[in-house]
């Protein structure tokens, strides 16, 4: 598979049973023509509750999306 045309990085942070579990995520993707940093920001929310369910719906501490082109 050829790789996307922008790279993210998300770490997300929920509270659990005696503390905090926190996880990063990072990848690379191509985006639909048109779409908008936000949408682009709330679909990877919500893609992020499917592989992370014990983290779905948590509190995004970090949030990063680029060109994967230097």
Do not use: I
């Not at 990085?9 to 191509?30: C, E, I, L």
């Not at 940093?37 to 680029?66: I, K, N, T």
Request: charged share 20%.
């Amino acid at each position: 598979m050829p790789e996307g045309t922008h790279h993210f990085v998300m770490t997300v942070q929920k509270p659990q049973a005696g503390g905090y579990a926190v996880a990063t995520w990072h990848g690379d993707f191509t985006p639909r023509p048109g779409s908008t940093r936000r949408e682009v920001y709330e679909w990877l929310c919500e893609e992020h509750g499917r592989h992370f369910p014990d983290l779905a719906r948590g509190v995004v501490l970090f949030f990063s999306l680029e060109s994967n082109q230097l």
